[in-house]
Structures are given as structure tokens and as C-alpha cells.
């Protein structure tokens, strides 16, 4: 669905304000939380048509997209409930198991256990997770960037665009993309722990605008030094070839008002809609630098791509 979809459907609903209720779809933040005795849960559900032919890989990458909200509020997964809609004229039992298969390996990688879940007769195959995660230090919201923050980004673009080509027989194989894909963001969120989290998200469906406007607050601006981005190989190219999916058309028209583009690569590229992308980060400088160092030492190439600054006419600003 959409940006701007989502805006109208949720513009007119009402919740009464209920004990307990920390974050709500209201707040326009990844999971919803909720005070339960001493604890602190965060919720989130996300379902996916496949991605990749391989069923085993599609499972993997709808747990990893589906587990990334939970660790983009720093929480911890502590269970998931899966949601099958199965084409069953087109899709085996023996895809569909591995589909499950490829689930339960990941859901293994940040021990959070498979509890059940919900299953149904579709005309089109989907996939995905309701998690459930605990958040054992503190919340990280999506909308408390402090100006001098460093903008960080753990996962390189253009999962949309590869995909995309992959769907349309353009490219054969993508093996850097799958493995961005299907990486957790488990250990990126165990290293923040340590540090003090002014915002964080995750890039997903609104591509890197929409989830960089998520992380704005009326002080601030954006400034996005769009050479430190890192890409996946093959996605300026194809790009530039107008490869790419409809959804980063979407965000495009929705978001680009907000946006001055000084950048001279395709623009497409900072609207395209991912799926299981990396952490989106605040920190201030000199934590950002400490992050950069502890995820390298892990082998995760993170990147500060950007910085926040007083608020100017435009709230994001592409250079």
C-alpha cells in the first residue's frame, strides 16, 4: 500500500486512549508498544509476495523483513506467529515447506521461536511474520533526531530495482542483493544497545526519503550526501535503464515536494521501495563514528550518509 493510500485510510480513525498504550499506528512508527506488568512489548506484522524464485530464500528474506521492525525499536524477538497465503495452483506443498523452512532458520538466528500462525487459499503467493519482541533497555522512536546527529545506514540500496530486474528476466541471479536481503539486523541493534539512539528505523517499502521524513521533527532537516550511499551492484545501471518497481514511482510523487535534489545520480535510487533493508540511525557524530567502527569490526558496512541540521525550506536535502 501506498503512502498516500495509508494516509487516507488512517486519516479519520479514532482510538480512545487506553492504559498502557505507548505507541499506536498513529505515531507512524515501525511496531506498536505496549506496557504489559514490567515489561515493555513491541509488535509489528509484514507479509511479502515473493521476491525471488527460490522459496527457501523468499522465507528467509520475508522473516528478515518482517523481524526488523521489532529491531529497529530495539527490541528483542521473543516469539512470531507466521501468515501463509498459499497459491496452491501454482505453489507445492514441497515450496511451501520450504518456504516455512526458510523461516524457521532465521527466526533461529535471534532465537525466537515459531509459535503458529494463520494460513489461507490465495490466488497470489504471500508471506510473512506477526512478531513479537521485549524492549529491555530503552524505545527507540523514529522521529527524535537532534540537530548535529549523524545519519547512518546499514544495508546498501536498490533491493527494489534488483529485484525488479530479477522479476523481469533482466538480470539472472543477484547474489549480493540476496544476501542483503536475508541478512538479520539482529547484530546492528545488539551493537546500538550501547550507544544513545536518538531515532531509528528501517528502510523498507517507503524507500530511503519516505523513512528519512519518518526521522524528522519540526526542528530539523536532513542534508543526505548521496555519494556515501552505498548501492548494490548493478542497481544505478539498471536505474538508469528505468528499471524498477511502481512502488518507487509511488513514493516518489508522494514524497519529492519535501525533497531539494542537488544529486547528479538517478533519483529513483533514494525512492526505491526495499524490502529487509538496513537500520536507519541518529546518532551524534562522534557515537556515529564508534558505530561505524564496532559494525566494521562485525562485517557490517555501515555508512554515515548524512547529518541533521536547522530546519530550512525543504526538509530533506539530496547532494
Known sequence: MGLEDLKQITAKLKQPRLPGVVLDFRHKDDCGAIKVGGSLLVQSVDVIPPVVDDPYIYGQIATANALS?????????????????????????????????????????????????????????????????????????????QVGDAILLSKPLGSGIITTALKRKVLKEAPQAIASMVALNFKAMQVLQDFSVHACTDVT?????????????????????????????GALELAKQGVYPGGSVANKKALQARVCNQSELPDILFYDAQ?????????????????????????IHVRIIGSCVPRDTHAIKLF
Open 69 to 145: 521492525d521489532v529491531f529497529a525499536k530495539g527490541g528483542r524477538a521473543i516469539s512470531a506467529l507466521s501468515i501463509l497465503a498459499w497459491d496452491q495452483e501454482h505453489v507445492s506443498v514441497e515450496s511451501v515447506q520450504a518456504i516455512m523452512q526458510g523461516c524457521l532458520d532465521k527466526l533461529s538466528e535471534c532465537t525466537c521461536p515459531l509459535l503458529g500462525g494463520h494460513s489461507l487459499s490465495d490466488v497470489e503467493q504471500k508471506f510473512g511474520l506477526s512478531v513479537t519482541g521485549v524492549v529491555e533497555k530503552s524505545l527507540w522512536r523514529n522521529d527524535g533526531t
Open 205 to 233: 517499502g517507503f524507500g530511503l526519503v519516505g523513512h528519512l521524513c519518518e526521522m524528522l521533527n519540526p526542528a530539523i532537516s536532513i542534508e543526505i550526501n548521496t555519494s556515501a550511499i552505498p548501492l548494490l551492484e
Open 275 to 299: 524490502t529487509s533493508g538496513g537500520l536507519l540511525v541518529a546518532l551524534g557524530a562522534k557515537e556515529g563514528l564508534e558505530f561505524v567502527q564496532r559494525l566494521q569490526d562485525l562485517d
